[in-house]
């Protein structure tokens, strides 16, 4: 019985190597062959090798698409990515280790809230009216403030879990030396947050860069088109460029995915590191 357990538990990992390889690998497969095929191929929806393979002719095709607006989206999509995880970092990291080391009646109130960030589904249009009377809709500053928004809940959770094991005579040590709030947080502790911020910034870059719904709604407009939104470029009501929408979604996914394997070491650690507490 002993010994069949080594051979169950090898059995069991390559069962779930080859199920994650079906989940993950089959469909990027699929769109890479979609993105090599010529229009009237593509149109066919199979999966099959391309029998004229023109993936590099695509992907020049989908950059020149309507005045080269992917260029633009590139750029609205780095910019929208890169202000938003900072900001989560910055003021996701001040809460958390607040909520941590101070410790007063309002923390089950503020608890709530941020749990309630993640339960309840965000309402477009009284945002929407909330951001005209701002002055921040069809804004890049606009969206950017919704983002955060949206995503401070869980930078919050996942944040406040890796401050809590850090021991608060760091804390005590740092006040002795004549350290006041702000220098104690970004001198001592911001420093030692540097695992998990790996997969606040990962998690959330690709979370943002991905997002297609935000953008559809608060930033409409050809100029502020994000790279999502490019997906429209190849689809009208009465036909829809296969061969060139899966060579923009090929193009847009790699970015994020090369981003994810390079930090997935970082990631898994950032999210176990506060599961116990030290």
């Not at 069962?15 to 690998?25: P, W």
């Not at 929806?45 to 590099?56: E, G, I, M, V, Y």
């Not at 608060?168 to 030396?177: C, G, L, M």
């Not at 997002?211 to 009208?236: E, K």
């Amino acid at each position: 019985m002993n010994a069949m357990r080594p051979a169950t538990r090898w059995l069991v990992g390559l069962a779930g190597i080859l199920l994650t390889t079906a989940v993950f690998l089959v469909p990027f497969a699929f769109i890479l062959t979609m993105a090599a095929k010529d229009p009237v191929e593509a149109a066919r929806l199979q999966f099959s090798w391309p029998a004229n393979f023109q993936l590099w002719e695509n992907v020049v095709s989908v950059f020149q698409a309507r005045d080269y607006m992917l260029i633009i989206a590139f750029i609205n999509s780095a910019i929208l990515t890169v202000a938003s995880v900072t900001l989560m970092v910055i003021f996701g990291s001040m809460i958390a280790f607040v909520l941590d080391r101070r410790r007063s009646r309002l923390n089950l109130l503020i608890n709530t809230l941020v749990l309630a960030g993640l339960i309840i589904p965000p309402a477009v249009v009284p945002t929407i009216w909330v951001m005209q009377g701002l002055g921040l809709f069809k804004t890049l500053h606009g969206l950017i403030l919704v983002e955060v928004a949206f995503g401070l809940s869980f930078t919050v959770l996942i944040m406040r879990a890796f401050v809590a094991t850090i021991p608060r005579e760091i804390d005590e040590a740092a006040i002795v030396d004549g350290a006041g709030p702000l220098r104690l947080f970004f001198r001592v502790i911001f420093p030692l947050l540097r695992s998990v911020i790996v997969t606040v910034v990962v998690v959330q870059s690709i979370f943002v860069f991905n997002d297609f719904q935000n953008p559809l709604y608060f930033l409409p407009g050809n100029q502020n088109a994000t790279v999502q939104l490019t997906l429209f470029n190849f689809q009208s009501q009465a036909q829809t460029t296969y061969n060139l929408l899966f060579a923009n979604i090929l193009v847009i996914t790699v970015p994020m995915l090369v981003m994810y394997i390079i930090f997935q070491r970082q990631i898994v650690a950032g999210m176990t590191s506060g599961a116990v507490k030290g």
